[in-house]
């Protein structure tokens, strides 16, 4: 059953890793929405598989051993998961835009800004040689790097992360693409330069009319940006809300314990909250029952033996976790 | 960039004033002499030898043999070889060109199929293909030239008869003529099949490893999400970069194309620099030995300085400013 509203559409994503012989699931059963110009946050931890998700999405996975096992990625109707490079070629950089984490070595060092930036052009449109330049040059402008003429002959190495970033921006939007998948593009930035980054980001979400998949670790960029937010563990989804409950009725305990861990400036204390224990490698994940229990607060005998499903709890509010009958197999009475 | 060059070549007068000197000691150093060479010390007067000595300026203490020497060398004059009877630098202007001929010749088809195979073995890693380029580099690597070289005159020359089997040009043929340059080819080409073929296995290897390095980097990813098509992401983003480290060994070629390849050229027979250095070596022939090393030495600095220039222009992050 498809949501007609949704932009793009994962249904029981499961995403697999062939490491000697054995198929291992980075993302196991992840399912969501994201509805055109709004933006989503997927939280959570290193190695929850949250970028494998994102590559996913965009089939950037790599060759030898990664592969979209199961499940559907819709965007506008229209399942991405099993089309081949050249099919997918022509909606990467168009439709859907990706960045990524590292400005620093996402950029070729050996070719001109110029040209990296012409590419998308080149590969997408059908406009003159003489008007692409200056279509880069005004995207650089809309970016915020106001001396695009002289940056189009520079090299990468020549420009700063935040700069390179803001490049990176300007390559993802220069077709349009109604969305935009941000891998962490700010964690490898200052902070001054993260908040410049988020605004631009903002800026052209409104100028570009575009949705936005934003994967952070930083709850501060989730309150800044989300409309919505996905919280994974471990490869699933274990809570799914609108950013105002997120915070002030978080349900899942995993994001209970992430909401505790933020130190706060009102409160003195001595020891930062943390969560005992680390996520489960990606070999050594539990066969049955939720992968949160070894490092739980509220782990109950159950927790090992049944696995909980993602349920909603209310009107938008979905969770992952035997302490909710909507999450329960046998108690359930709406499933999402 | 001007200046730097400049600067680099400024620096190499002094360089090769030092290796004149070692290599005029060393010379000098080598047991026997010019005059030994060339006549047989049991059957000659014992007060001839010594006049001739006296002559020749070899009893001249180190220091007045070197000034004299290089008094020659500025003004173009290196001596005579003693073997030739003709001036060094007649006997160095006739080997020269065959030499460079077949280090261009060969280094040609030494890029042609690293190329090629470095570009397929790249491009499609652990497959038969690619282990099968592999296999043959391993091969080519392993195989002493001078046995190659004995193989490839015995099947395509005796055998087979598609090649001449030694010299570099054929005899009683005009200089000048048409015929005469295509001889000349004729003559080159086993030889130069034989070098180009050996050297090719590390040109491939270096680029089949690049490649398949360059292909996981962060910026082919990128490529990737911007929708270029693999061909230009292999061809243009991969290879570009790919390129930079076989520069350093392009480098190392340039000299060698004054250098010849000594063993091939020997087995050859072909009338190269690298057969004259060794011949003169055996034959004492100082004045021969010496203007030839700085030659190679002269070559090898303006090798690497052609190196470091073009290292400029492949990568823009070390261009001189």
């Known amino acids: 059953m498809s949501n007609q509203e949704a932009l793009l559409e994962i249904k029981n994503l499961h995403t697999g890793f062939n490491i000697g012989g054995k198929t291992y699931h980075a993302v196991k059963d992840v399912s969501f929405d994201v509805k055109p110009k709004e933006v989503v946050c997927v939280v959570g931890e290193s190695g929850c598989g949250k970028s494998v998700m994102s590559l996913s999405i965009m089939n950037l996975l790599p060759k030898h051993n990664g592969k979209i096992d199961k499940g559907e990625i819709l965007y506008k109707g229209r399942d991405l998961a099993p089309l081949n490079d050249n099919e997918m070629n022509k909606i990467r950089g168009k439709d859907i835009s990706m960045i990524f984490q590292e400005p620093m070595t996402a950029l070729n060092p050996v070719l001109t800004i110029g040209y990296q930036m012409d590419e998308v052009l080149i590969n997408h449109t059908k406009v003159k040689k003489e008007e692409i330049r200056k279509k880069s040059i005004s995207l650089l402008k809309q970016v915020g790097i106001s001396r695009g003429e002289q940056i189009v002959h520079e090299y990468p190495h020549q420009l700063s992360g935040g700069m390179r970033q803001r490049v990176m921006i300007a390559m993802a939007i220069a077709c349009q693409p109604q969305l935009l998948i941000a891998d962490e593009p700010t964690t490898a930035l200052d902070v001054t330069v993260q908040a410049q980054i988020l605004e631009l980001i903002t800026k052209i979400q409104d100028e570009v009319g575009m949705a936005v998949l934003l994967i952070t670790h930083d709850l501060g960029v989730v309150a800044e940006m989300a409309d919505r937010v996905v919280v994974m563990y471990a490869g699933q989804v274990v809570e799914e809300t609108d950013v105002d409950r997120i915070f002030y009725d978080p349900q899942h305990p995993y994001t209970k314990a992430l909401l505790t861990s933020i130190p706060r400036m009102d409160e003195e204390r001595e020891v930062l909250n943390t969560i005992s224990g680390i996520v489960p490698s990606l070999t050594k994940m539990p066969e049955v029952g939720c992968r949160f229990v070894d490092r739980c607060p509220e782990a109950m005998p159950e927790c090992r033996q049944i696995d909980p499903q993602l349920g909603q709890t209310e009107k938008g509010h979905s969770v992952r976790c035997l302490l909710y009958d909507a999450s329960h197999p046998d108690k359930k009475t709406e499933v999402r | ?321």
């Open chain 2, 1 to 321: 960039m001007l200046l730097y060059t400049l600067r680099r070549i400024l620096i190499m007068i002094p360089i090769m004033v030092m290796i004149s000197i070692v290599v005029f000691a060393l010379a000098l150093a080598m047991p026997g002499d010019a005059l030994s060479g060339q006549i047989n010390p049991a059957d000659s007067d014992p007060e001839y030898i010594e006049e001739m000595r006296e002559q020749l300026g070899l009893n001249d203490p180190i220091h007045v043999q070197y000034g004299r020497w290089m008094a020659g060398v500025v003004q173009w004059d290196f001596g005579r070889s003693f073997v030739h009877r003709m001036d060094v630098t007649e006997v160095i202007g006739e080997r020269l060109p065959n030499t460079i001929l077949l280090s261009v010749f060969s280094l040609i088809i030494t890029y042609i199929l690293a190329f090629t195979m470095g570009r397929f073995a790249g491009r499609h890693p652990y497959t038969p293909g690619d282990y099968a380029i592999q296999g043959i580099n391993y091969l080519m690597l392993a195989i002493p030239s001078f046995v190659a070289a004995i193989f490839a005159i015995f099947f395509f020359a005796f055998q087979l008869g598609w090649f001449p089997a030694t010299g570099s040009v054929g005899s009683g043929v005009t200089p000048g003529t048409m015929e005469y340059w295509i001889s000349k080819l004729h003559h080159t080409a086993l030889p130069a099949l034989v070098l180009g073929g050996l050297t090719t296995a590390s040109y491939t290897q270096f680029l089949r490893n690049d490649i398949i390095e360059s292909s996981q980097k962060d910026y082919v990813r990128t490529a990737r999400a911007k929708g270029t098509p693999e061909g230009e992401i292999y061809n243009k983003h991969i290879l570009r970069n790919s390129i930079i480290p076989i520069v350093t060994l392009f480098g190392f070629d340039i000299a060698s194309i004054i250098g010849g390849a000594v063993i091939i050229e020997t087995v050859f027979s072909y009338r190269g620099i690298g057969e004259l250095l060794i011949s003169s070596i055996n034959s004492r022939d100082s004045s021969v030995v010496v203007a030839v090393t700085l030659m190679l030495s002269v070559a090898t600095l303006v090798g690497n300085l052609v190196a470091d220039l073009v290292y400029g222009v492949v990568d823009p992050r070390i261009r001189v400013e």
